[in-house]
């Protein structure tokens, strides 16, 4: 059984929005930390933004103020709301468990299948 499944995913034009959600068990949801990575075809797997279990956040400074990370915690969701999309967004987007607040991908242990979203100009 997944312990992370991600759905949202979709193609957009640059300037457009999606969300992305991820629903997890509840003893994934209930990790230290939550997260959404990123990975372009031949680019390394990049952090995108973290939420900690006290609801913090933390941004991947290129994602500051167009991307907003929430979750839900009654129904064990994980959310990831994108706004004005830029074709360099285009990537594979992996909701992650961890037990570190970071944006460093090694320090994750459970990870959604991915969902696509692809951005054009």
């Known amino acids: 059984q997944a312990q992370l499944v991600e759905l949202g995913g979709g193609s957009v034009q640059a300037g457009g929005s999606l969300r992305l959600s991820c629903t997890a068990s509840?003893?994934?949801?209930?990790?230290?930390?939550l997260a959404w990575f990123r990975q372009a075809p031949g680019k390394e797997r990049e952090g995108v933004a973290a939420?900690?279990?006290?609801?913090?956040?933390v941004y991947a400074r290129t994602m500051e103020g167009r991307f907003t990370i929430s979750k839900d915690n009654a129904n064990y969701t994980l959310y990831l709301q994108m706004s004005s999309l830029r074709p360099e967004d285009t990537a594979m987007y992996y909701c992650?468990?961890?037990?570190?607040?970071?944006?460093?991908?090694?320090?994750?242990?459970?990870w959604g299948q991915g969902t696509q979203v692809t951005v054009s100009s």
């Open positions: 992650a468990a961890g037990t570190a607040y970071t944006l460093m991908p090694k320090l994750y242990y459970s």
């Open positions: 509840e003893s994934t949801y209930m990790s230290r930390s």
């Open positions: 939420i900690k279990y006290d609801g913090n956040t």
